[in-house]
């Protein structure tokens, strides 16, 4: 690996060309037991659209779909749109499946985006693993949530300590395209107006803190 490849890991950098992004789990029957469950779903479609926008692979999965159901079609901007990535059913906790890693082999990416549910179980197991393959990990805090908010707490504390970085859907998305003059820039910055004029919660819940309150969710994340 150069040292410019290395510098780009340690510090986290987005590249379009070395970036997938993972969709974990976002399925019907999870949609109103999620705590903030319709800003996670805001945010997957936002995320969803950017992959589009910059021609970014996506891999979707889902747990047991049998039971609980097929990915969320407002997860995306067109519902037709899911029948252009993978879509994998699975029953094992984290997203590396044989499956998902044949798709992540032949990708031959370094920078994992990841969103979805549940951060304690599925999103944090997937992220563990990634990590332990040499990978970058990315989470998208805005898209990703569990059924209880302390679960969700701890989970994104313990991937925080074991290497992945934290961000938002949007710093994510303005990272990749690093520039206004990127081909894609008026598409992106469309797709942000219309994502931030619907209700964040976790955005609000922050503006609505005491200020002691921010600085103590904020230095939970600090390690």
Request: hydrophobic share 30%; charged share 30%.
């Given at each position: 690996m150069s040292v410019s490849k290395v510098g780009r890991s340690l510090v986290g950098k987005l590249t379009p060309e070395n970036t997938v992004f993972l969709m974990c789990d976002i399925q019907n029957r999870f949609r109103p037991i999620t705590w903030?469950?319709?800003?996670?779903?805001?945010?997957?479609?936002?995320m969803t659209s950017v992959a589009?926008?910059?021609n970014i692979p996506l891999i979707i999965t889902q747990q047991y779909t049998k039971v609980f159901g097929d990915t969320v079609t407002d997860c995306f901007a067109d519902p037709e749109d899911i029948k252009n990535y993978p879509v994998i059913d699975?029953?094992?906790?984290?997203?590396?499946?044989s499956e998902v890693n044949k798709e992540l082999n032949s990708l031959s990416r370094q920078s994992v985006v990841l969103f979805g549910?549940?951060?304690?179980?599925?999103?944090?197991?997937?992220?563990?693993?990634?990590?332990?393959?040499?990978?970058?990990?990315?989470?998208i805090l805005d898209g990703i949530?569990?059924?209880?908010?302390?679960?969700r707490e701890i989970a994104l504390q313990r991937m925080a300590n074991s290497g992945a970085f934290l961000t938002t859907a949007q710093s994510a998305a303005f990272m990749l395209m690093q520039s206004a003059d990127h081909?894609?820039?008026?598409?992106v910055s469309k797709l942000t107006v219309e994502h931030m004029k619907l209700s964040n919660e976790f955005n609000d819940a922050m503006k609505d803190a005491s200020p002691t309150a921010k600085k103590q969710k904020l230095d939970n994340y600090s390690g």
């Open positions: 903030r469950g319709e800003t996670i779903i805001n945010t997957a479609r936002y589009k926008a910059l699975k029953k094992k906790f984290s997203m590396c499946t549910i549940e951060a304690h179980v599925c999103v944090q197991q997937t992220c563990l693993d990634l990590i332990e393959e040499g990978k970058d990990v990315h989470l949530s569990s059924q209880q908010p302390y679960d081909a894609d820039f008026k598409t």
